[in-house]
Structures are given as C-alpha cells and as structure tokens.
C-alpha cells in the first residue's frame, strides 16, 4: 500500500512539471507549428491561446511541415541543408536527420508511416525514400520544378506538381511508373483531395486559378478563376489549399494578392475573399474547425480567421517568412 502514501503530492508535482514543459506531450493537443524560412526555426504555439510556447531549431531553410501517422513525430523539409529533420513531438527537439536529399520541397507521408515521396525542384525528379534505412528506394524523373506532393489515403497512387511544364503527373507507387499526365494551369503548387477521393483540387499560381481534375478519368473537369476586387490579374497567385473538414468548402491562398478565398465545394463557386496579411501561402484549419491559420512570407506573421464570419480576428508575429503551418488534430 505504500504507493498510494502520497498520491496528492505526486499529482501536484506532475502538474509543475508538465506546467514547464510545455513542449512535451504534445500529440493530439491541437498546437500549432509554424516553419519559417529565414530564422531556421519551428514555432510552437498553444493551441487554444495561440501565444508561442516554443522554438525548435532546424536545419537551414524548413519550407514544409507534415507529422508522423500518429503524430509523434514532426518532419521538415530543409532545403538549404538538403536534409529532412524529424521533430520528436513529446521532446519538441530535432531527434533525426535524414539527409543527402537534394533541395526537398514539399514532401508526402505514405499512409504507413514508413516511406517519405518527395518533390526535388533542382533535380526534376520524384524521390521514394524509406525513413527506417534512410535511403532513397527509387527517383522518378518528372516535369521541371516539381513541388506539390499528395499521396491517397490506401497509398497506392501519388500525384506531383511540375511549375514549369503546367503538369500534374500521376504515379502508380506499386510498379513506380507515370501512369497520366495531366495537363492544368501555369505553375500548378499544391494539391487537396475531396473526401470520396473523386475530385483533386490543384492551385494554379500564375494562372489565378484552381483546376478540378477527375481521378477517374485523369482529366481537368473543372476551372476556378479567382478575382479579388482591387487587384491586377498578375497578382492573383493562388498557392495554399485546404478542403473544409466538413467538405463544403475549399480555401484558397491568393498569395500577393493577400486574400484567402472561399469556395462553395458543390458548385465550385467563389462565395467571398478574406483579407489577410503579405502573401498569403500556408493555411490550416483549426482543431475545432472554426477558424483558419494563414502564414504571410512577406508580413512575417499568421493570420488568424473566423470561417463563419468570414473575417480576420487578428495576426500574430511568426517568424521571418513563415512558410508552411500544421496542427496536431490527431485524435487520443
């Protein structure tokens, strides 16, 4: 009986404890973490006051940011350092580093857990790397300048962006050949999928616009232009994209023309443009699905906007050049 003696006192010194580390235990808390460019740096914020909690060094340039299946572990994608850093969630430090991977742009997390496909823009290629024997499986010659990476939920197929040849390639991850190519808009950046895994939605950046293309058909089904009041044509440069988690809208980030659009996901529909801050580029929604975390590369700073009443609650310092934003939503 004699470990039951002082069970007030062990919880009291449980609470202190976690109370200075905030960093730890952080899987499904909801915190928000932001990549910025410039300071080589993730910032933690807390995930209901929104007031920064911590800092995690990384190697040199992180852009994008995507958590292990059970979000015990954060990735970065190092560009300058030609490295993918891996963030233990509950240490809030950098634990790995997987390296020798030529400039990562953005970077998909195979349902599994166990492969990293990554988009390389200096090599135009496609690379399948294995996290556990950190090392390339096979690199897939794609269309210059590839970014967008998104991989389907069963994990067979994987769809990547090329800036420069306005194609979304479709790759079968099982034999590892191209199975389409499918022409979109000028500069296609990033991708979402809708929830029935029949619509891939793809911004088009120097065209303004989305494409919607049929999963099954490999075609373009669908056009959004985006035509925000006050603005030249030029400036409209759609990159970021988010499905609403109740699959009724899509948000979209109108990069210099610093605007997040809402879109009706049923009649494809521009309903409104929220102004937010200086190139809006990354976007997360909320753990309770009210409100959308926008990163600005120009205003160094993440603006924060209510969904229902279509406005901007407020902006708070993020880093110089915020680049990309993740929330742990997992679910305990």
């Not at 790995?96 to 496909?117: S, V």
């Amino acid at each position: 009986m004699h470990c039951n003696r002082y069970p007030k006192a062990r919880l009291a010194l449980a609470a202190a404890w976690l109370a200075a580390s905030p960093a730890l235990f952080a899987a499904g808390t909801g915190q928000v973490y932001v990549s910025s460019e410039d300071d080589d740096v993730v910032t933690v914020f807390d995930g209901q006051s929104l007031e920064k909690i911590d800092t995690i060094a990384v190697s040199e340039r992180p852009r994008w940011l995507a958590f292990s299946p059970d979000h015990k572990k954060l990735y970065v994608a190092c560009g300058d350092d030609d490295s993918i850093d891996v963030i233990d969630v509950a240490q809030g430090k950098v634990v790995d580093r997987l390296t020798d991977i030529d400039d990562p742009e953005i970077f998909a997390i195979g349902p599994d857990g166990r492969h990293l496909y990554i988009s390389n823009e200096d090599d135009a290629q496609f690379t399948i790397y294995d996290i556990g024997a950190k090392k390339a499986v096979t690199r897939i010659d794609v269309g210059q300048e590839p970014e967008g990476v998104l991989v389907t939920p069963d994990g067979k197929t994987a769809y990547v962006t090329s800036e420069v040849a306005n194609m979304v390639h479709r790759v079968n991850l099982d034999s590892h050949e191209i199975e389409a190519n499918i022409v979109v808009g000028n500069r296609p950046r990033r991708f979402a999928l809708s929830e029935d895994g029949n619509t891939l939605w793809v911004t088009n950046e120097l065209s303004g616009s989305v494409s919607l293309i049929d999963t099954q058909t490999n075609e373009v089904s669908d056009t959004i232009e985006f035509k925000p009041q006050g603005f030249r044509p030029e400036d409209v440069t759609p990159v970021g994209i988010k499905l609403a988690d109740d699959s009724r809208q899509a948000f979209v980030t109108l990069g210099r023309a610093n605007h997040v659009a809402f879109v009706n996901t049923k009649t494809h529909a521009v309903e409104d443009h929220v102004l937010v801050g200086d190139r809006a580029w990354g976007i997360a929604q909320s753990r309770d699905g009210k409100q959308l975390y926008v990163t600005n590369g120009l205003s160094d700073d993440m603006s924060i906007v209510d969904i229902d009443q279509r406005k901007t609650l407020r902006s708070i310092a993020a880093g110089r050049v915020p680049h990309s934003v993740v929330i742990d939503t997992r679910a305990e």
